[in-house]
Each structure stands twice: as structure tokens, then as C-alpha cells.
């Protein structure tokens, strides 16, 4: 039996189900990203089910009623046409802490991505370009203590020289850092280092 899946999902926001958020697994069934993990609104994910674009690998035990019919909400989906991954990522914020995996360039501690700042190793007065080989993760601390400098100028050696990642590596390092919740559902398809939580 059809069933409009806008109806669907209109019917479903008179009592919407908190972060039902589904998995979303490429059509070799491995995630799309790992970091950010790729997640769909659960209203996203049953439209793209309803319209064929996916397939269903696990549910919740969450119901939602259309006109016509009952629908258990999707945990896992996999895209039915298989999407190449970027061979060059793009150059963002995010994607720079993750190349650093959160860790200061220049005292190396670890911090949380709203605790970092990236830093142009050439400063940008002095000809520093913004891109992979010139932008490192900083503390704020550290980034006010190097300045207009470069880091032989301020003493402040780096850690780890700033390369181009590629997607595989970045994906890798996205492994490292699980986010705070994960469903039991998606554990056969995420292969985290850590213990997913329970809860």
C-alpha cells in the first residue's frame, strides 16, 4: 500500500519523537562520515524511504501512523546509489581540528572544538596563505602568545607539521572521537576504539 510521505510525516509532528535520528550508511554499508557521523532527521529519513532513494537495515521501536498506514521509525538506512567519498576534503574549521584530532599544535593538550582557535603558522600580515599547509589547531592561550610570529620567532615549535589530509584520514581520525550518545542499532556498522555508550 502507498502512503504520502509528507502526510507521514505531518501526522508524525503532532507528537514527535525525541533525536530519532537515523544512521546513514553509504551502499557499501559504511557510514557516509564518521565525523560529523552521518545522521538524518528521522522526518528525513522516512521521506527518502518512502520515496525509494534508501533502504531500511533497523528500526526503532517508535511507531508512526499516516492516514493509510503504521510506520516504525528507521534507525539504520543505507543509500540505495553508492557515493563516491571526496578524494580531497574540504578545507574547513572542523576538518582542521580533526586533521590535529583536537589537540593544540603548539602545548599539544586536547580540547573540545569550541575551546580551539586555528592559527596561520605564516601569520596572513606576513604573506601566510588560509589553506591545509599554512592553518593549524590552537588553544587561545597559545594563539595569543605566538601572535604576528612565526614559531621559530615565538619559540613555539610545532607538533606536527600542517599537511593536506585526505578523506581516508580524516575519517579514520573521526573514528577516534565517538559522539556522547549512539544507538545500540547502529553498533555493527560504526567501528569506534572506544566502548559505545549503553544508555
Known amino acids: 500500500m ?3 510521505p509528507v502526510a507521514a510525516c505531518r501526522e508524525a509532528e503532532r507528537s514527535p519523537p525525541p533525536s530519532l535520528a537515523a544512521l546513514v550508511l553509504n551502499a557499501d554499508f559504511r557510514p557516509l562520515s564518521y565525523f560529523p557521523l552521518s545522521l538524518w532527521p528521522w522526518q528525513d529519513a522516512v ?6 532513494r534508501v533502504s531500511v537495515v533497523s528500526e526503532y521501536d517508535r511507531v508512526i501512523h499516516s492516514p493509510r ?18 578524494r580531497r576534503p574540504a578545507f574547513t574549521r572542523y576538518n582542521v581540528f580533526l586533521r590535529d584530532q583536537f589537540r593544540c599544535q603548539y602545548c599539544g593538550a586536547r580540547f573540545s572544538s569550541h575551546d580551539l582557535t586555528f592559527d596561520h603558522v605564516i601569520p596572513r600580515s606576513r ?35 600542517p599537511l593536506v589530509p585526505s578523506s581516508w584520514q580524516l575519517q579514520e581520525y573521526g ?12 553498533r555493527d556498522y560504526l567501528y569506534w ?6 544508555t
Not at 601572535?147 to 606536527?160: G, Q, V
Not at 573514528?175 to 547502529?186: A, K, M, V, Y
Not at 576504539?193 to 549503553?198: A, G, Q, T
Open 47 to 52: 521521506k527518502a524511504v518512502f520515496l525509494g
Open 175 to 186: 573514528r577516534i572521537f565517538p559522539p556522547n550518545h549512539l544507538h545500540e542499532s547502529w
Open 2 to 4: 502507498s502512503c504520502d
Open 69 to 86: 498506514q503504521e510506520i516504525r521509525l528507521p534507525s539504520v538506512i543505507a543509500l540505495k546509489d553508492y557515493v563516491p567519498v571526496a
Open 193 to 198: 576504539d572506544s566502548e559505545l555508550d549503553r
Open 127 to 161: 604573506g601566510g596563505l588560509t589553506g591545509w599547509s599554512n592553518v593549524v589547531a590552537a588553544c587561545a592561550p597559545c594563539n595569543m602568545r605566538k601572535a604576528n610570529r612565526t614559531p621559530e620567532e615565538a619559540a613555539m615549535p610545532l607538533i606536527r607539521a
